[in-house]
């Protein structure tokens, strides 16, 4: 008030209210009267300013923290006027509690005075965090502000696959109805990590230093709209401008839900990954694995750094799980907890700690909370020695497969420093593979660099008194700072092991100069190579070479079988009888084999036994003359010779002493003879041709000749028949054969068709000149006429012509000699008429003028002696009739005189569209396989392509798959009326003969385990697999280009159209035949 009465000892406030303006100051006295006492004056000063601040940076970047650790950083409130104004710094829009402490949290900042702020960060997970800081000053609008960090932790690569059975994997965010998280399989947690890397979130990284805003500033001047008449400099300007960093998202990209989600929205579930390319020069040292780019921009991924990016969310699913847990046995809220209790970060005992991987305890949770979040493990007591820690990030295998007793077995892998936490350490305990059988070296591994890897070898010693069975060892790799890593080293002890179908064979009775065959099966029922072997016989020593046994010993791969014959050739008329023991190497296991027979005589007496004839005359005419009975006590009819007497007996021994297909054992076996019966007619024509070789033998000039002869065919490779009786006996013998021959139009699937009726029934596939050819092969006669007719003689039989033209030539010339006196002969007009070749130089002419070719005759006998070959005993499948020699009418007609049964299976279509069709796909299947492997392309090596011209109508190639007539295929003319364009031939290897290279493409990850060695022999398969396979393609589109035209899409005319089906009515037999 301006006046008021006061009693004694009492007083009253009096209130100055002050109006200010903008920069202005004002001063006044006030003068106070006392009634009835003196005049007081009072003095008023009062300025007026405008509030204003600004922040000393525009973000917070701490760069890399290790995920367990705390970082702190300063940031300074700055007051630019002459007016105190508080401050208040929330944390309600972080992600979750205690990543962010700020000290101190609200106070004052005095005129032209600066307030510092601390901001202490821990990550809690390794992933790359944006929070924001909501800053409230004075009477001004709350400005966000960013503080950015990357968790790391330390991690490690094994070279060795997964376990999958144990391998944690990733949890997706979206939850199943009842709540529970459905975990995904290891590929796919591999899937969602390459997806990570490959398009990671940039909003989450510090922007660039050329795009750095301004530190936030504001003042009241400007909000006011006051004007001060004062002139702001540009720099005042900017200053008193309100910066506020609004970026694109305020959320962490800790993957949580539930009670750790604050209030200021929802977490993206994994962010960027730790490998992702960096937005600014600050930020170009964040990630975990450097990570190249292609030219596109796309990252190039390696294997290693998917794995590693699918560790970290295998490792943030962990972590985040048990913060869940820990905060749902907290009462409090994130907020509440974060504004009361300080940072709730949890921590995580490594390494180097009590326990490989202790839990994580929240600072803020009672003592009772954190026990109920820990594990029922951990609560149990303290782990024993060699068992897993409680997480374990990566199960890696080292599996040994099966391991024979007693041998060794060595593995290599290598471990990399994959983390950007520094060099790391570690050291293998031994102790866990003490008594295993296991041994690895190194031991130890100190301060290896980032990004390097140390290579470790794993040795097992399967010894002979370790048990049989699986072998299992976990060895640790824990490392500071970091989740463990567990290899697992198995091994499966075993031993080769065999089962014998039986393991007693009874033959029986047997006669003596006869064999008798049974046969047993041998299969290896252990997962390991089997070898084994019959050893020494126990029993009788002389019944041990009545038993031969074919094979004697072999190997087995696991699940295979082998059939082994036994057989019996008694001397003696009683019971043979021997063990045999069935050894397998590394085994001490063995089977015996009983093997029983009893070998029969023929028994003839005589009555009387001795025959005395007594004294007679000399000359008598009758002589002396006795009756002897001979009997045959055997259960068989007998045949009696004498051994001095019978002139028969004599010529068989002469016969079967030139006889070929004695054994080692100087036994020829052959068809049972029974009583009666003459000597086999394959004896015999075998006899007559020794004969005969023996008579030429006897000329040293022809032994020569044959000798050189013989040399020659065997350097040409010539073959020599299999005698009939060591063949054996076949369904064509028996009457039982069926023979086949396919024909149709080109490409129509002759071949396939071919193929799939031999492989059905087992019958010979085979072409009309293939039989040619094998059978100029032959050591025979019918070989000779085969070489002659085709001019492919061999050097003996070369040097004979050459001995047989000469002669001629010296006869011819003799001849002019004689006739060169006697004069010409005249025509009727007196001119010389012209002389008559004689007969030698008709024969010469024939012998050096070109070869006569395959005949009908001959091509008949060809084929009948293709189809009486052993192979050929089921039957013939003949794929078309095309031949360099005859016609295909000729080829039916030899084919049914060779073979009077022979079925014709033609091929055909019910329209041309349909065939067309066929061709048009064959062709474009083609071209889809050289447009895929282009760069692969040998056709493009040397000159670049060009434009095919159109084909002309062209005979038709018979067969499907056949190959072209020869290696190199050149363009057709063109058609008529266009000009020829100059295209150089299109040279292909006969790929039919090429058997394709066997290759299997390899990953990024495998192709980065092999040397540089091993990488260049890679790619040479790799290009000469594909450039077989184009090869392939073009010679399929030029044999379809002589058949379909592409242009018109229709099918050229074919002037022996008729061809093979007027061969296919040929080769039919008639009527009643």
């Not at 966000?144 to 790391?152: A, K, L």
């Not at 293709?866 to 030899?894: F, H, N, P, T």
Request: charged content about 25%; some cysteine; aromatic content about 6%.
């Amino acid at each position: 008030p301006i006046r008021s009465p006061l009693g004694p000892d009492e007083t009253e406030d009096v209130e100055f209210i002050y109006y200010g303006h903008a920069h202005r100051r004002f001063k006044g006295q006030c003068l106070c009267e006392v009634k009835g006492g003196p005049e007081y004056e009072l003095t008023l000063l009062g300025e007026a300013s405008t509030v204003g601040y600004r922040l000393d940076r525009s973000l917070l970047d701490f760069g890399k923290v290790l995920f367990s650790k705390r970082e702190e950083k300063e940031l300074q409130i700055i007051n630019m006027g002459k007016v105190t104004f508080s401050f208040k710094i929330r944390l309600d829009k972080l992600s979750r509690q205690g990543i962010l402490d700020v000290q101190p949290a609200s106070g004052k900042v005095f005129a032209n005075d600066k307030q510092k702020i601390m901001v202490r960060f821990k990550p809690g997970v390794p992933e790359i965090v944006c929070e924001q800081l909501i800053i409230e000053v004075a009477h001004f609008e709350p400005i966000e502000f960013p503080v950015y960090g990357q968790g790391i932790y330390a991690s490690t690569g094994v070279s060795l696959p997964r376990d999958l059975s144990r391998q944690p994997t990733h949890t997706p965010v979206d939850l199943s109805e009842d709540g529970s998280a459905e975990p995904y399989t290891w590929q796919q947690t591999l899937e969602v990590a390459k997806e990570h890397l490959i398009a990671p979130d940039l909003s989450q990284l510090p922007p660039a230093l050329d795009l750095m805003p301004l530190p936030p500033s504001a003042t009241s001047a400007q909000l006011a709209g006051v004007e001060t008449g004062r002139p702001i400099s540009p720099g005042a300007a900017a200053m008193s401008t309100t910066n506020l960093l609004k970026p694109n998202t305020s959320q962490s990209n800790l993957s949580g839900g539930g009670p750790l989600d604050g209030p200021g929205g929802s977490p993206s579930r994994h962010g960027t990954p730790m490998g992702a390319p960096p937005m600014s020069r600050q930020s170009s040292s964040r990630g975990g694995l450097h990570t190249s780019h292609s030219k596109r921009g796309e990252p190039k991924l390696s294997q290693i750094e998917i794995e590693m990016e699918a560790n970290r969310l295998v490792f943030i699913d962990h972590l985040t799980g048990r913060l869940a847990a820990q905060a749902q046995a907290s009462p409090r809220s994130a907020v509440e907890a974060a504004s009361t209790a300080g940072p709730a970060v949890p921590r995580l005992a490594l390494n180097g700690e009590e326990g490989a991987m202790a839990t994580m305890e929240m600072a803020t949770l009672p003592a009772g909370a954190a026990a109920a979040a820990d594990s029922p493990a951990r609560s149990a007591g303290k782990p024993k020695r060699g068992d897993p820690a409680e997480f374990v990030v990566a199960w890696h295998v080292c599996d040994f497969g099966n391991v024979v007793s007693g041998t060794n077995r060595k593995r290599v892998f290598r471990v990399t420093n994959t983390s950007s936490t520094g060099q790391l350490s570690w050291i293998f305990d031994k102790n866990l593979l003490h008594g295993t059988g296991f041994t690895c070296e190194p031991e130890k591994v100190v301060r290896l660099p980032e990004g390097e890897s140390v290579q470790f070898t794993v040795n097992f010693n399967a010894k002979k008194a370790m048990p049989l069975g699986q072998k299992e060892v976990s060895l640790p790799l824990d490392v500071k700072n970091g989740p463990s890593t567990v290899v697992v080293f198995k091994a499966n002890v075993t031993v080769p092991e065999v089962s014998v179908s039986m393991d007693h064979l009874e033959f029986g009775e047997c006669w003596v100069g006869c064999s008798k065959s049974l046969y047993i099966q041998i299969q290896n029922i252990s997962p390991v190579t089997a070898e084994w072997d019959f050893k020494k016989a126990m029993g009788n020593a002389k019944d041990e070479a009545k038993f031969r046994i074919e094979p004697h010993s072999g190997t087995l791969h696991p699940g295979e079988r082998q059939n082994v014959a036994v057989e019996f050739i008694p001397s003696e008329d009683r019971l043979h009888s021997v063990k045999l023991p069935l050894k397998v190497n590394q085994s001490s296991k063995s089977r015996m084999l009983q093997l029983d027979g009893y070998g029969v005589t023929t028994k003839v007496t005589f009555s009387p036994s001795l025959m005395e004839l007594g004294p007679i005359l000399p000359f008598a005419p009758e002589g002396a003359v006795r009756t002897v009975k001979m009997t045959n006590e055997s259960n068989r009819p007998v045949e009696i010779y004498s051994l001095d007497f019978d002139a028969q007996y004599h010529e068989e021994e002469t016969m079967l002493r030139y006889m070929p297909g004695y054994g080692s054992d100087d036994i020829m076996r052959l068809p049972v003879r029974m009583p009666g019966e003459a000597m086999p007619n394959f004896v015999l024509d075998e006899y007559h041709r020794a004969q005969e070789a023996q008579e030429r033998a006897e000329h040293a000039g022809e032994l020569e000749a044959e000798a050189e002869e013989e040399e020659d065919d065997a350097a040409l490779g010539l073959e020599t028949p299999t005698p009939r009786w060591d063949r054996d006996t076949t369904l064509r013998e028996e009457g039982l054969s069926n023979d086949t021959v396919v024909v149709g139009p080109p490409l129509s699937g002759v071949t396939a068709l071919a193929k799939s009726l031999a492989a059905t029934y087992s019958y010979l596939l085979t072409q009309v000149d293939t039989m040619v050819a094998e059978a100029a092969c032959q050591n025979s006669d019918l070989g000779k006429l085969v070489r002659t007719a085709i001019g492919k003689l061999s050097a003996g039989e070369k040097a004979g012509l050459d001995e047989q033209i000469a002669a001629l030539e010296e006869k011819i010339a003799a001849e002019k000699e004689a006739d060169a006196g006697k004069k010409p002969k005249k025509g009727k007009k007196g001119e010389p008429e012209e002389e008559e070749k004689t007969e030698t130089e008709l024969e010469l002419a024939k012998l050096v003028g070109p070869p006569p070719g395959v005949d009908l005759e001959l091509m008949t006998q060809v084929v009948a002696w293709r189809a009486d070959r052993s192979d050929a005993g089921r039957g013939l499948v003949i794929d078309s009739l095309k031949s360099e020699w005859l016609s295909a009418e000729q080829v039916a007609q030899a084919v049914g005189t060779a073979l009077p049964d022979v079925t014709m299976a033609m091929v055909g279509f019910k329209e041309d569209s349909a065939y067309a069709a066929r061709l048009k796909a064959l062709f474009a299947g083609a071209q889809s396989e050289l447009d895929k492997f282009k760069p692969f392309d040998a056709f493009y090596d040397e000159a670049p392509p060009t434009p095919m011209p159109a084909m002309a109508a062209t005979a038709a190639i018979e067969g499907a798959e056949e190959a072209p007539g020869d290696d190199e295929l050149a363009m057709t003319a063109p058609v008529e009326g266009e000009e020829a364009p100059i295209v150089p031939p299109l040279v292909l290897p006969p790929v039919e003969e090429q058997p394709i290279p066997e290759f299997t493409e390899l990953d990024e990850f495998e192709l980065g385990m092999l040397d540089d060695d091993a990488v260049l022999e890679y790619n040479a398969r790799r290009k000469a697999h594909y450039s077989h396979r184009c090869a392939v393609a073009r010679s399929l589109q030029a044999r379809v280009s002589q058949v379909w035209d592409a242009s018109e899409g229709g099918l050229f005319p074919r002037p022996d159209a008729a061809g093979e089906g007027e061969a296919a009515e040929a080769a039919a037999p008639a009527e009643g035949e």
